[in-house]
Each structure stands twice: as structure tokens, then as C-alpha cells.
Nanobody, 124 residues
Framework: VQLQASGGGLGQAGGSLRLSCTAS????????MGWFRQAPGKEREFVAA?????????YYGDPVKGRFTISRDNDKNAVYLQMNSLKPEDTAVYYC?????????????????WGQGTLVTVSS
């Protein structure tokens, strides 16, 4: 499975950005998907995850709850991360990840497939 993340860039505090991740090489609807991020000098951390199929289940890391929304469009083989009310501490490289599973997966080590990362920089 090939994952391609895009949509990063420069945002302002209080503003919004939307990240996209497209997949190829496997039936996308059979993949549980997630987003992680890594800020400079820090370990990679969990951001959000969504279950396979229609994505009825999702889960968020505490720092982004209420501000970020994960969604998926199986017709477009894509998962999205809508980021609202951005904060400077959201600055990081964002990675999408996938695994053939029905569950919502929040543990980084469980994911099989990873995108290349897209940089988000939030200015104050």
C-alpha cells in the first residue's frame, strides 16, 4: 500500500488547514487509518484514527480533541484531517498511516503502512 500525504503548509493561530492522504495498492475501505505528528525534538504522537469501511468510529488524542476532525472518502481512497483553531504547538510533520483492520488503532507500532509526512507550521 502506498500512502501519500498532502495539504501541509503555513497556517495562522486560530486558523484552519486540511490534510489529505490518498492510498493505492489495496482496497482502501479495508484499511483502518490514522494520523500522527512529530514536532521538532519530540517523539511522534498520536493525533486521530478512524475505523475501516464507513469510518463510523474515530478517536482523537487529547491535544486535538474538539479542534481536529478525521474523515474518510472511500470512493476517493482518501482520509482527511480537518484542523481548526490551530495553535503554534500544532507545528509538526504530520504522517498518515494505515492497517488492514476493523478497529480504531491508536498505537503507532500497530500500523503497517506509512505516508511520507507533510509539514504543518502554525504561526502565532
Amino acid at each position: 500500500v502506498q500512502l501519500q500525504a498532502s495539504g501541509g503548509g503555513l497556517g495562522q493561530a486560530g486558523g484552519s488547514l486540511r490534510l489529505s492522504c490518498t492510498a493505492s495498492g489495496r482496497a482502501f475501505s479495508s484499511l483502518a487509518m490514522g494520523w500522527f505528528r512529530q514536532a521538532p525534538g519530540k517523539e511522534r504522537e498520536f493525533v486521530a484514527a478512524i475505523s475501516w469501511g464507513s469510518g463510523v468510529n474515530s478517536y482523537y488524542g487529547d491535544p486535538v480533541k474538539g479542534r481536529f476532525t478525521i474523515s474518510r472518502d472511500n470512493d476517493k481512497n482518501a482520509v482527511y484531517l480537518q484542523m481548526n483553531s490551530l495553535k503554534p504547538e500544532d507545528t509538526a510533520v504530520y504522517y498518515c498511516a494505515g492497517k488492514g483492520s476493523y478497529r480504531v488503532i491508536i498505537r503507532e507500532s500497530e500500523y503497517e503502512y506509512w505516508g511520507q509526512g507533510t509539514l504543518v507550521t502554525v504561526s502565532s
